[in-house]
DNA sequence: CGAGATTCATGTGAAGTATACCTTTAGGCTTAA
DNA sequence: AAGCCTAAAGGTATACTTCACATGAATCTCGTA
């Protein structure tokens, strides 16, 4: 056993990759030039060179579709002020916060929290009133005399969760600070979001707006084959692998982000099988793989009650359409089964709505006239997926 | 036959509760002078 | 006397419960043709 593991990792030391450089594919990459944006990229430098001349720069709201280059544009244009400001030992600071990430910053204590640490305080995950966290953050910036470009990345999810008042709260710190100033930069890629939000706090945070168009075929290629050139090796892709990743993301809305990992984990398949080049087939594989770790990981950071609740779901996944009771009755079951406290319809209910939210799940409010009202809910999951979701649900519940 | 009332099963909002965690404060104990 | 530790008091955020009311179309009711 031993040796024969020797003997693997021999081989795979022996094995010439097919990458050059992966880390170019992956999604936290920033590359040196970006192509296809520099229109955005120079409406946003111009909208916040201000404040290199310690003048307070417009709020920004950005948004554009997944994957249309928002998040890369923002980091880039950051990047190359924060380095100007830094050769030139100028008082500007970017703070970059994306509000999906759920237990980071979904709750107005939780930004401000994590804002606070951002500026190397110590805040605690509960217990001080937000106000104090407030306060805080407020000194922290006051005590340091700057410009503050604060990139609040998936605003919408926020605000939907957490309501408007925190961005007229930000906004409004301006008012009580002396020495330093705060920007906000929104991202967000729901368009219709600002429609819901307050007119006062949605005209104070769209200042200015640049609007993100999704990327076309031709331009995603050309994105592909520039990355593709620095993260393989020379010949190692096949005649048409970019067309087709390309192809692909372009009907998800040009989703440039999709089309990349597409095309890293094609690659990572097509290795990991002793293939010598990238084939199409390896895209197709490589699709089904990626919506399965998207999918299998979320499920598994889910808390109990959430993955016994979706298990619920999963019960009856024949099913076209499940409602909210019955998935009550076996999530009951359920928590008897594995010996977890049963939650009250109400909250399962809520679960139910955070579950649609995430993507795993399509539950829609209907009414079935005399039979009552409930969520009809339904799986937008490749049935050859569930059973995958299943075990890994039963992994982690323990059953 | 059709307009309006009824009904069902659950959505949904508000308010209350439990838990986990925080800071502050006041003793009580230890320690060093 | 000063310093440090601990426990109690007083406070908050979050996840959840309880209570109460809102929904909206299929079905029922009843007046009318």
Same mark, same amino acid.
Do not use: W
């Given at each position: 056993?031993?040796?024969s593991?020797?003997?693997?990792f021999?081989?795979f030391?022996?094995?010439d990759?097919?990458?050059?450089?992966?880390?170019?594919?992956?999604?936290?990459y920033t590359p040196?030039?970006?192509?296809h944006?520099?229109?955005?990229?120079k409406? =946003?430098?111009n909208? %916040? /060179?201000?404040? &290199?001349?310690? #003048?307070? !720069?417009?709020?920004?709201?950005?948004?554009?579709?997944?994957g249309?280059?928002?998040t890369?544009?923002a980091?880039?244009?950051s990047?190359?002020?924060?380095e100007?400001?830094?050769?030139n030992?100028?008082p500007?600071?970017?703070?970059?916060?994306?509000?999906?990430?759920?237990?980071?910053?979904?709750?107005?204590y939780? =930004?401000?929290?994590? %804002? /606070?640490?951002? &500026?190397g305080? #110590?805040? !605690?995950?509960?217990?001080?009133?937000?106000e104090?966290?407030y306060?805080?953050?407020?000194?922290?910036?006051?005590?340091?005399?700057?410009?503050?470009i604060?990139?609040?990345?998936?605003?919408?999810?926020?605000?939907?969760?957490?309501?408007?008042?925190i961005?007229?709260?930000?906004?409004?710190?301006?008012?009580?600070l002396?020495?330093?100033?705060?920007?906000?930069?929104?991202?967000?890629?729901?368009?219709?979001?600002?429609?819901?939000m307050d007119?006062?706090?949605?005209?104070?945070?769209?200042?200015?707006?640049?609007?993100?168009p999704?990327y076309?075929?031709?331009q995603?290629?050309?994105?592909?084959?520039?990355?593709?050139?620095?993260?393989?090796?020379?010949g190692?892709?096949s005649?048409g692998?970019?067309?087709?990743?390309?192809?692909?993301?372009a009907?998800e809305?040009?989703?440039?982000?999709r089309?990349?990992?597409?095309?890293?984990v094609?690659?990572e398949?097509?290795?990991?099988?002793?293939n010598?080049?990238?084939?199409?087939?390896h895209?197709?594989?490589?699709?089904?793989?990626?919506?399965?770790d998207?999918?299998?990981d979320?499920?598994?950071?889910?808390?109990?009650?959430?993955?016994?609740?979706?298990y619920?779901?999963?019960?009856f996944k024949?099913?076209?359409?499940?409602f909210t009771?019955?998935?009550y009755?076996?999530?009951?079951?359920?928590?008897?089964?594995v010996g977890l406290?049963?939650?009250?319809?109400?909250?399962?209910?809520?679960i139910?709505?955070e579950?649609?939210?995430l993507?795993?799940?399509?539950?829609?409010?209907?009414?079935?006239?005399?039979?009552?009202r409930?969520?009809?809910?339904?799986?937008?999951?490749p049935?050859?997926?569930?059973?995958?979701?299943?075990?890994?649900?039963e992994?982690s519940?323990?059953?």
């Open positions: 056993m031993e040796k593991l020797k003997g693997f021999e081989t030391l022996k094995k990759s097919l990458f050059s450089e992966r880390a170019v594919l992956q999604s936290q040196e030039e970006i192509i944006r520099e229109n955005e990229v409406q =946003l430098a909208i %916040l /060179a201000p404040c &290199l001349r310690v #003048e307070k !720069p417009s709020n920004v709201f950005i948004y554009g579709k997944t249309t280059g928002k890369l544009t980091k880039y244009v990047n190359q002020m924060m100007l400001a830094k050769t030992n100028l500007v600071k970017i703070i970059y916060i994306n509000c999906k990430l759920s237990k980071v910053a979904d709750t107005e939780r =930004l401000v929290a994590q %804002l /606070a640490r951002e &500026l305080k #110590e805040i !605690p995950p509960t217990g001080l009133p937000t104090e966290v306060k805080i953050f407020n000194h922290a910036i006051t005590t340091q005399k700057m410009q503050f604060l990139v609040l990345d998936e605003i919408d999810q926020l605000v939907k969760k957490a309501g408007d008042e961005i007229y709260n930000l906004t409004r710190m301006n008012a009580e002396k020495n330093s100033q705060v920007t906000l930069v929104g991202i967000s890629n729901d368009l219709m979001f600002t429609d819901t007119p006062r706090v949605k005209s104070s945070l769209s200042e200015e707006e640049i609007v993100f999704p076309n075929a031709l995603l290629q050309d994105i592909l084959k520039k990355r593709a050139s620095f993260a393989f090796k020379q190692v892709l005649d692998v970019i067309g087709k990743c390309a192809a692909y993301a009907r809305h040009g989703d440039a982000r089309a990349l990992e597409l095309l890293r094609a690659g398949i097509a290795e990991r099988a002793n010598k080049t990238i084939n199409i087939e895209i197709d594989e490589a699709e089904e793989k990626i919506e399965k998207r999918i299998i979320i499920v598994k950071t889910q808390p109990k009650q959430q993955q016994a609740t979706l619920a779901i999963l019960y024949k099913r076209e359409a499940i009771g019955e998935i009755d076996v999530y009951k079951q359920i928590c008897e089964k406290r049963p939650l009250t319809q109400r909250r399962v209910s809520d139910i709505g579950l649609d939210m993507g795993i799940i399509t539950a829609k409010v209907i009414s079935k006239g005399r039979f009552g409930t969520r009809e809910i339904s799986l937008p999951i049935e050859t997926l569930i059973p995958k979701i299943v075990s890994a649900l992994q519940m323990g059953l």
